[in-house]
C-alpha cells in the first residue's frame, strides 16, 4: 500500500520563478496539509485541502496557493519566489472523518532551492 | 496563541545510554500530543501519541506522558540504540482541527 507520494524531489529555481509541487495521499485518505520545513526549524503548516477546497490556512502570504483534484491529490503552488522559500515542503494526508481525530500520514518531502 | 517548546540538540548519547527529550507546550483547552521522528531524508513519521491528560503514548520502546499539570509531554526511552540517531519533534493538535504545532526539533546522536 503506497503512502503519501511528493514530487519532485528535489529542485532548483531562481528568485522570481513559480514552482509546482504535487502530492499523492495515501490510499483510503480524502484531506491533504501542506507544511513547510526551512532547514534547522520545525515544519509550518501552510493549508489544508478537504473536498476539493482550502479550509485551514496557516500564516504565509497568498504568493502561496494550492489546489485539490477529485482524486485528493493536491498541488501546492508559490509565486514570485523568494530566498527564504527554499525550504522542505512536506505534504500529509488523513481521513476525514472528524477534524482533529485523525493522524496526519507525511510524504518525504519536496526539497526547493531558491537562487 | 499555541506553541510547543523542545530542548535543544543536539543530544549525544552512547548505545544502551537513558534518553529524556523534554518538551513543553502552551495551548488553550485540551490538545492532543505528538512525537515525530525524521530520519535522514524521510519525511516525519509518528512515533507516538496522547490525546488527555495521563494518558501514556508508547512504541518501540519510547514512552512519553501527557501531564497536563506541569504541561510537558517529555520522550523517554531506557536504552537507545545506534537505529535512534534522528531528529525527534514534539508536536500538539488544538481541537477539533488537523493542524500541527511543531517544536524545533532535537537532534538525537548514538554512538556505538
Known amino acids: 500500500d503506497a503512502g503519501v507520494t511528493q514530487s519532485p524531489t528535489h529542485l532548483i529555481k531562481t528568485r522570481g520563478q513559480q514552482v509546482t509541487l504535487r502530492c499523492s495521499p495515501k490510499s483510503g485518505h480524502d484531506t491533504v496539509s501542506w507544511y513547510q520545513q526551512a532547514l534547522g526549524q520545525g515544519p509550518q503548516f501552510i493549508f489544508q485541502?478537504?473536498?476539493?477546497?482550502?479550509?485551514q490556512r496557516g500564516n504565509f502570504p497568498d504568493r502561496f496557493s494550492g489546489h485539490q483534484f477529485p482524486n485528493y491529490s493536491s498541488e501546492l503552488n508559490v509565486n514570485a519566489l523568494l530566498l527564504g522559500d527554499s525550504a522542505l515542503y512536506l505534504c500529509?494526508?488523513?481521513?476525514?472523518?472528524?477534524?482533529?481525530?485523525?493522524?496526519?500520514?507525511f510524504g518525504a518531502g519536496s526539497r526547493l532551492t531558491v537562487l | 496563541g499555541n506553541s510547543v517548546t523542545q530542548m535543544e540538540g543536539p543530544v549525544t548519547l552512547s548505545e544502551e545510554a537513558f534518553l529524556t527529550i523534554n518538551c513543553t507546550y502552551t495551548a488553550t483547552g485540551y490538545p492532543s500530543l505528538f512525537w515525530y521522528v525524521q530520519y535522514p531524508g524521510e519525511g516525519l513519521q509518528l512515533l507516538l501519541k496522547a490525546t488527555k491528560a495521563d494518558d501514556k503514548g508508547s512504541n518501540k520502546g519510547f514512552e512519553a506522558t501527557y501531564r497536563k499539570e506541569t504541561t510537558s509531554f517529555h520522550l523517554e526511552k531506557g536504552s537507545v540504540q545506534v537505529s535512534d540517531s534522528a531528529v525527534y519533534f514534539c508536536?500538539?493538535?488544538?481541537?477539533?482541527?488537523?493542524?500541527?504545532?511543531f517544536g524545533t526539533g532535537t537532534r538525537l546522536q548514538v554512538f556505538p
Open positions: 500529509a494526508s488523513s481521513f476525514q472523518g472528524q477534524a482533529g481525530a485523525n493522524v496526519l500520514t
Open positions: 485541502y478537504y473536498e476539493e477546497e482550502e479550509r
Open positions: 508536536a500538539l493538535r488544538g481541537y477539533n482541527t488537523d493542524k500541527l504545532i
